[in-house]
């Protein structure tokens, strides 16, 4: 297929197949596009443009925008363990989870957050007013809130829960922890 390799021996035979699939140029690499053509968000849509982009930033180790098969299986279980914590919380089976799912979720995971936060938080990953977010949307905002957990963490030296920030260190943070 792509020539044998050590790497892709040690590669489970599922995700082997499901590269195949994703891979449709046969490069070796898939991009946030080919990606996103296979991933559904149990909504009948795709994952979104932000998901993909996030997740191939995430375990592209060259930073060429694209994965290979090692980095492929990464993801994979990424993908299936945040699928497993969603599918956890979404209680009714819905396909999407509601303010009291993310509350808990976010509560399991170590954050207190306010019901009015929790509320914000939907509204700002549901970009269709459904009042619940998809599984994409909960890898984004999970991803994003770990993101600002670190950087806030660092500079929390005495670890009090407040500090004070500069506008450009609140800049950096800011870009660096966006998608």
Same mark, same amino acid.
């Given at each position: 297929?792509?020539?044998?390799?050590?790497? =892709?021996?040690?590669?489970?035979?599922?995700?082997?197949?499901?590269?195949?699939?994703?891979?449709?140029?046969?490069? #070796?690499?898939?991009?946030?596009?080919?990606?996103?053509?296979?991933?559904?968000? #149990?909504?009948?849509?795709?994952?979104?443009?932000?998901?993909? $982009?996030?997740?191939?930033?995430?375990?592209?180790? =060259? $930073?060429?925008? !694209?994965?290979?098969?090692?980095?492929?299986?990464?993801?994979?279980?990424?993908?299936?363990?945040?699928?497993?914590?969603?599918?956890?919380?979404?209680?009714?089976?819905?396909?999407?989870?509601?303010?009291?799912?993310?509350?808990?979720?976010?509560?399991?995971? #170590?954050? @207190?957050?306010?019901?009015?936060?929790?509320?914000?938080?939907?509204? @700002?990953?549901?970009?269709?007013?459904?009042?619940?977010?998809?599984?994409?949307?909960?890898?984004?905002?999970?991803?994003?809130?770990?993101?600002? !957990?670190?950087?806030?963490?660092?500079?929390? !030296?005495?670890?009090? #829960?407040?500090? !004070?920030?500069?506008?450009?260190?609140?800049?950096?943070?800011?870009?660096?922890?966006?998608?």
């Amino acid at each position: 297929m792509y020539g044998s390799t050590a790497v =892709e021996s040690q590669v489970n035979p599922d995700v082997q197949r499901w590269f195949s699939t994703v891979d449709r140029d046969g490069s #070796g690499r898939i991009t946030a596009t080919e990606l996103q053509s296979v991933l559904a968000n #149990g909504q009948g849509g795709t994952f979104s443009d932000t998901a993909c $982009k996030l997740m191939i930033g995430m375990f592209d180790k =060259e $930073k060429s925008g !694209t994965i290979n098969i090692s980095e492929f299986q990464a993801l994979f279980n990424y993908v299936n363990a945040w699928l497993g914590v969603f599918r956890g919380f979404d209680h009714d089976n819905s396909g999407s989870i509601q303010e009291n799912e993310l509350s808990a979720a976010l509560t399991q995971m #170590g954050y @207190k957050l306010s019901p009015e936060f929790i509320q914000f938080l939907i509204k @700002k990953s549901d970009l269709h007013g459904h009042q619940s977010i998809t599984v994409d949307q909960f890898i984004v905002l999970c991803v994003q809130i770990q993101r600002f !957990t670190e950087a806030f963490r660092a500079r929390d !030296t005495d670890q009090i #829960g407040s500090i !004070t920030i500069g506008f450009e260190d609140f800049l950096g943070v800011a870009l660096n922890c966006s998608i």
